[in-house]
């Protein structure tokens, strides 16, 4: 009598699951896909099951190639583009090309989407923005992969390197603080999304900017189940500034919002918020975006090269702390204690003094001219330094530099807790094989960078010892009144007492040289 019993709930069971996949199931909860028989995702993947939807708004120059892209995926069983009122041919273009064409019900890409929602025919519905190119084959029929299996209700693209400024310096830093357990999406902000039909219709879709963010809290709010899917690169056309300004703040007025509602939202997490976007500032992923097709690099050291004493000692002095930092700077104790303990030195120390001592400091006569110089020959000019970020970050801006990278000091209500938190640049990168801090992985990160063009000319300034990996690195190194005899003779580094004597390099360099250089 257990047998026939057992059998009758497995047919049950497997009875449950089809009816879910064919769109019958009320049950938002995922099924895990080693529990789902193999003929039934055979059987569904044997016919197109995804309505497309492609929300657009001035986007013939590209419109018709996503249609196209979309129609060659074989799950896709329909492309709709809802047209955003376009002045241009983006709508007669996309019929051309096999899509139906939607009049959008008002202005916004919040209201487009929800419109494609309520005319698609599919139980599965997937999103692509209109202005996409290079994209891989199949990427629709991977991104609905989860949903079939049941492994997930939700699905978001993950595409490139990381995100945009938007992304890293307003969403990210505000999901690790309200949604830290949205913190590990790569592309909150990215507008290529899969999902069921029945989730979606359940979820607010904001008017503008902020409607993709606002999809991914709500539907984790709802408690579906949320997957990434990694779809390789692509090219998407850029923001412009002005509109990256109002999607910051759409985005962060719809994080609030949502954190909000949720109970998540407090003024301890205020602060804490704008100092994680501090940081994000630092992250080498962030500075590569800020490229910007530039192949010239120039990269300063800060403590004993652009100031001629080290921004710790100038701290200490300033706060009372001279005599506890001294013995910690002579020893040859393990690098990464010795940093501990340094931070561990200006614990509870105000951020203002910080800042303060960074403002004050005297900089070499000639950088500013120096790097003025370098910048208008192309060149992307960055500090590098194993100080702490808050202050190379102004520091930088005084020498009128594009970025700064360093180590993060952690601050509570603008107090130092007395930790650092090494940047992960100074690592080095997986595919070199190697381990330990060093400034030279900082220059790896740039030379190892997928995006083109290619870095083909590096220049490095630096003081002493601890700038000799980076220097050697470099096609052009040089070192600012080093200590006599402390630089070997051998390392191909050029001298200079100070930054007025660039201009004498420059005049020296061989005419082959000079071609390929300021």
């Not at 530039?294 to 002095?317: H, Y």
């Not at 020959?377 to 808050?390: A, N, P, R, T």
Request: include cysteine; glycine fraction near 6%.
């Amino acid at each position: 009598m257990l047998f026939p019993y057992w059998l009758a709930r497995l047919r049950r069971w497997w009875r449950k699951q089809a009816q879910r996949l064919q769109g019958r199931d009320d049950s938002l909860r995922p099924v895990q896909l080693a529990q789902t028989p193999p003929t039934l995702l055979l059987d569904y993947s044997a016919r197109a099951y995804a309505s497309v939807l492609i929300p657009a708004l001035n986007e013939e120059k590209r419109i018709a190639q996503v249609v196209a892209y979309a129609l060659s995926d074989p799950a896709t069983a329909e492309v709709i583009v809802i047209d955003d009122s376009s002045t241009d041919r983006t709508a007669e273009l996309a019929a051309q090309a096999g899509a139906r064409v939607l009049t959008s019900s008002m202005l916004g890409k919040g209201a487009s989407m929800r419109d494609g929602l309520e005319q698609a025919q599919s139980d599965i519905v997937v999103y692509l923005d209109g202005d996409l190119a290079g994209l891989r084959p199949a990427i629709i029929s991977d991104l609905c992969q989860p949903l079939l299996g049941g492994s997930a209700d939700f699905v978001k693209a993950r595409f490139g390197r990381g995100g945009g400024r938007v992304t890293e310096l307003t969403a990210k830093p505000m999901l690790k603080i309200f949604f830290p357990e949205l913190a590990t999406f790569a592309q909150p902000l990215g507008g290529i999304v899969a999902a069921r039909k029945k989730l979606l219709m359940t979820l607010t879709f904001e008017d503008d900017y902020g409607v993709d963010i606002g999809l991914l809290v709500d539907a984790h709010l709802a408690g579906a189940v949320l997957a990434e899917v990694d779809i390789g690169a692509l090219e998407h056309d850029s923001q412009p500034l002005q509109d990256l300004t109002l999607m910051a703040n759409e985005v962060g007025r719809v994080i609030f919002n949502r954190a909000r509602a949720a109970g998540r939202l407090h003024v301890e997490q205020v602060s804490a918020m704008f100092e994680l976007q501090r940081q994000a500032a630092s992250g080498i992923d962030y500075i590569l975006t800020r490229r910007k097709q530039r192949q010239r690099l120039l990269l300063l050291d800060m403590d004993g090269t652009i100031t001629p004493t080290q921004f710790v000692q100038e701290l200490a002095q300033a706060t009372g702390q001279a005599q506890a930092l001294q013995p910690l700077l002579e020893g040859a104790s393990d690098p990464d204690l010795r940093r501990e303990r340094i931070a561990e030195v200006f614990r509870y120390t105000h951020k203002t003094r910080f800042e303060q001592v960074a403002r004050n400091m005297a900089i070499r006569p000639g950088v500013i001219e120096f790097v003025r110089h370098m910048k208008r020959q192309g060149f992307m000019v960055g500090v590098v330094s194993d100080s702490y970020f808050i202050a190379a970050n102004i520091l930088r801006r005084r020498i009128f530099a594009d970025f700064a990278v360093a180590h993060t000091l952690l601050f509570d209500h603008e107090v130092c807790t007395g930790q650092v938190r090494i940047n992960p640049a100074f690592q080095a990168p997986p595919e070199l094989g190697e381990s330990g801090i060093c400034k030279s992985h900082v220059l790896q990160r740039f030379l190892n960078d997928p995006q083109p063009p290619k870095i083909d000319l590096v220049w490095v300034v630096g003081h002493d010892l601890s700038d000799l990996p980076l220097m050697r690195l470099a096609d052009q190194a040089f070192a600012i009144d080093p200590t006599p005899g402390l630089l070997p003779a051998d390392a191909g580094i050029t001298v200079l007492s100070s930054f007025a004597d660039f201009s004498l390099v420059l005049s020296r360099l061989a005419p082959a040289d000079n071609a390929a250089s300021p």
